[in-house]
Each structure stands twice: as structure tokens, then as C-alpha cells.
């Protein structure tokens, strides 16, 4: 465990460092020399994504010394070309997170001259990254390294400008997978199931989804939620009703009059005190992502 702490310090450090190293990397080399990774990270402003990563991942605290160890560390421009349903994937599972951060780890101290002789290392996160030289030019699983040889006491970084998704890594979770794991649209999983809807928004979409919670499915009348239960046509009608094709963000929302749903008709929106309604229903919370589409949380059933 405290090797692999320290590995996931020397991840942050390293990232942290290239913003007060200067823009040579010669000179990078000098400056971090003679300081650990660590302590070179207390001086950081930079690199922000990564820092907010490692502290969702509940790794802020793992500083602590070691090594030596090669960090692969990709910057807030790499980042920035990360799906934003992928980011929040990660932040969102701790274990997903750590085995990413883990595959930017190797092991040992290796210079860029000692990697451009190697096709692959092994990671702490278990997997190997393949290594292959392009007109001089380092590839880490196709993230180019751009500052080589960043100096430590206790390791060595090289830049990237991708981030590094090993293939064993969990997919994000689907719309219907996020909204189990939330805990408070038990109502909803539940009926769509009963409608035979689970499987359609576990596809590929991507879908935009007006998800009722537990909460507002108890304003419903138990009367008209046992019909629904009972008539399975009518239920398909009402659950469609709050899916929408396509990714619908709420920026792109509060533009929008109304958006033609997957029942066939349309939803009426608009924007009342800076909040956004949909056929009368607040939405509470918006733009969580998924890997096959967004949800919106709402505070009621919508009937059409």
C-alpha cells in the first residue's frame, strides 16, 4: 500500500511540477534536481484536473516519500481533451480513478534514453504502456511525450499531452447504470424495467433523460402509478416522455422552447427565476453525464 501511495504522490507532484519548472526542459532538470517530486508539487498553481482528480479519489493525503519511479504526467491540456462524460465517470469511481492514475506509474527510474530502447513497461495499475519512437519523437500509448527528464531525488517525469486510459479500465457507467447507482430513482428503474425500456437506455444513444426522483413519484397518486404498473403501453408512453434523442446539455436547454421527445410529442421548456422547467417540472439538478447520454434530475412526473 505505500508503494502505491507513493506512486499516486509521485502522479500529482509530477504534474504540478512542470508549471514551476520553466518552459526548457534542460533547465526543468536542474531546478526539480535537488528536491523530491513531493516537495516540488507544494509549489505548484497548475495542472488543476489532475490535483481535483487525485483529491475526488480520495488520494490528497497519500504523501509520502519512495521510489524511484517514472511518471508518465499529463497535463490540463491532455485533460482538456478528455470526454467530459469520461471525467466525470472517473470522479465518480474511486476505483476507476486509481487504476488511471496508477498507468501513468512505472516502476524505477527511466530516463528518456533508456525508454526509446524499450516497446513497452509495466505499470503500477498492473497493465504494460507500449513505447515507440516516430522521427525522434517518444510515444506513451500514443500520448506524445513533451518535456522529457524532468528531475527528482526520487524519480524522473516526462511530460505527455494525452491522457492514458488502460484497457482494462470499467467503461462508464450507461444512463440506467447511473441512475441505480444514485440511489434515489429506485420508482423509475423500476418501471422501466416493468415497460421493457432498461435495455433501450443501456444503448448506444446517446438519450438526454428527465429522471424523476423517488420523491417526485410520491406526488403521483398510487392509483394512477399501480394503472401505469398495469398497463404496459401507457407506461412505455409516460417513460418516453421524459427521454429526448440526442445530448441535450442544459446550456443548450435554456435555448429551447420545447424538444420532441421519444413518446412523439413534444415537451414544453423554459426558464423561470434561472432555473429550467420542463412541462412544469424543475429541474434540481442538471448535466450529469453517462457514457451514452446526459439526465437532468426533475422534480416531477411528467404526464403527457
Known sequence: MKRIRTALVLLVAAAV??????????????????????????????????????????????????GPFTVFAPSDAAFAKVP????DALAADPAML???????????????????????????????????VVDGAVFIDGAKVTTPDVAATNGVIHVIDTVLIPKTAPAAKNIVQTAVAAGQFKTLASLLTKAGLAGALQGKGPF?????????????????????????????????????????????AMMLKSAKTLNGKSVAIRVSGGKVMVGGATVTKADIATSNGVIHVINKVLIP
Open 17 to 66: 511540477s512542470v508549471a514551476a519548472l520553466g518552459a526548457s526542459a534542460s533547465s526543468a532538470s536542474r531546478a526539480a534536481g535537488d528536491k523530491d517530486i513531493v516537495q516540488t508539487a507544494l509549489a505548484a498553481g497548475q495542472f488543476t484536473t489532475l490535483a481535483s482528480l487525485v483529491t475526488k479519489a480520495g488520494l490528497a493525503d497519500t504523501l509520502a516519500t519512495g
Open 84 to 87: 467530459k462524460a469520461t471525467l
Open 98 to 132: 486509481k487504476s488511471v492514475l496508477l498507468y501513468h506509474v512505472v516502476p524505477g527510474r527511466v530516463a528518456a534514453a533508456d525508454v526509446v530502447k524499450l516497446s513497452s513497461a509495466k505499470t503500477l495499475q498492473g497493465s504494460s504502456v507500449s513505447i515507440k
Open 208 to 252: 438526454t433523460v428527465f429522471a424523476p426522483t423517488d420523491a417526485a413519484f410520491a406526488k403521483v397518486p398510487k392509483a394512477t402509478l399501480a394503472a401505469l404498473a398495469k398497463n404496459k403501453a401507457k407506461l412505455r408512453a409516460v417513460l418516453l416522455y421524459h427521454v429526448v434523442k440526442g445530448k441535450v446539455d442544459a446550456a443548450q
